[in-house]
């Protein structure tokens, strides 16, 4: 929708000029705590099956390989990283995403390609929009990585029951989408942001 990509450009625009300062801060800590590179890109699925390249503030140590999924008490996470990801500030530059026109502000949140690919049937209705910096499944999983934690096998847990519930909530707002309930994610997220210590299943 021509409104919605207006509302994307405006929003993220916007956003990117008020925490310009907290840019500047998150890059610094990052340089500072293990240098370079300060960002990082990942390559997720986007509109229509094209592959995007997602940008995130690095949080991780350098050259650390690992499980595709992150848990609470990841070792690869240095201190900088913990503090970005719990204020979700480590997903501030995916607005650049917005304004590039590979994601919207809010829309089905991208997936890696591994995971779309098992459920590929799923994903074609799901992928008929452009993902989200944010979405419902942002909201109800907001302590996602503590969730995953209490888990023998967080890989497992995220494949067959995270992410089954995260393409549910997709076709939840896929059913209902509006400018109007995208308003509501987004006063729904920033809430989430500042309730951090209380349980998903709350949602």
Known sequence: MLVKRCIDIALSSLILLLVSPILVIASLAIWLES?????????RVGLRFRRIYILKFRTMRIQSRGPLVTVAGDRRIGRVGRFLRLTKID?????????????SVVGPRPEV????????QRYLSILSVNPGVTDLASIHFRNEEM??????????????RVLPIK???A?????????????????RTVIAIFMLGRSSKDN
């Open 35 to 43: 240098g370079r590179p300060i960002l990082f890109r990942q390559e």
């Open 91 to 103: 997903e501030l530059p995916q607005f650049w995403n917005v304004l590039r026109g590979d994601m």
């Open 113 to 120: 390609p591994v995971y779309v690919q098992l459920y590929k």
């Open 147 to 160: 969730l995953l934690a209490q888990s023998q096998d967080p890989l497992r847990e995220y494949r067959e």
């Open 167 to 169: 393409l549910d909530l």
């Open 171 to 187: 076709d939840k707002y896929l059913q209902e989408r509006s400018i109007i309930s995208d308003m509501a994610i987004i006063a």
